[in-house]
């Protein structure tokens, strides 16, 4: 943003993020996972417990089964996704997605993240991949411990509708729905504002 004041500079400049790279692949159906009795989805939180685990396949997503009910005993078209903390250690390509995502990345700029992903693949027997495009997404944007310790979440949530700005969504909470609500409600609480049938009045 190009129009930002000084409070708000003071405190977004304080933001760190790590890095979501997305990968859009075709491969062979997978026995247990992408096969036509199985959940079209892999989740595993474990790969995302700290650097040491930078860059695993955490998590896979078979769209076409999820959302349309589709099936292919061919080649299906799925989405793989790798969580980087300390991303410029694992390549110092990805040091350049902070913020805004590289709509222009090429694989080839970041061999590591790819070859990372297929390892993983080729132990889980994933056959016949074939690799359509990887994307690096400045992912989870949080306030690091010093800025924590400097109350910046507070200082944000005060500084909420001064200039008729709203900061709200990742850069000011958490992403779960649960915390969006919650933190949506105590804007509710702290301005006034009474929220019926969708009108929005001020006490």
Not at 81 to 99: G, I, K
Not at 127 to 137: D, E, F, I, K, S
């Amino acid at each position: 943003m190009q129009d930002l004041v000084e409070e708000d500079t003071s405190i977004f400049n304080r933001l760190e993020s790590f890095v979501l790279a997305t990968t859009l692949y075709t491969s062979s159906p997978v026995l247990g996972y992408s096969d036509e009795t199985h959940a079209p989805i892999m989740y595993s939180a474990e790969k995302m417990s700290g650097p040491a685990k930078d860059g695993s396949w955490y998590a896979d997503r078979y769209d076409s089964a999820i959302f349309a009910g589709e099936w292919s005993q061919n080649a299906q078209t799925l989405v793989g996704y790798q969580f980087f903390e300390n991303f410029c250690d694992a390549d110092p390509v990805l040091r350049d997605t902070d913020r805004t995502p590289d709509h222009n990345f090429e694989m080839k700029k970041a061999p590591k993240v790819l070859e990372k992903l297929k390892e993983e693949m080729k132990k889980q027997q994933v056959a016949n991949v074939r690799v359509l495009g990887q994307y690096p997404w400045p992912y989870f944007h949080n306030f690091p411990r010093s800025a924590i310790n400097e109350r910046m979440p507070w200082k944000l949530f005060h500084m909420q509708g001064k200039l008729k700005t709203w900061w709200i969504g990742a850069s000011a909470c958490f992403e779960s729905v649960h915390d969006v609500t919650n933190y949506n409600l105590m804007l509710k609480s702290q301005l006034g504002a009474d929220v019926r049938s969708g009108k929005v009045s001020w006490g």
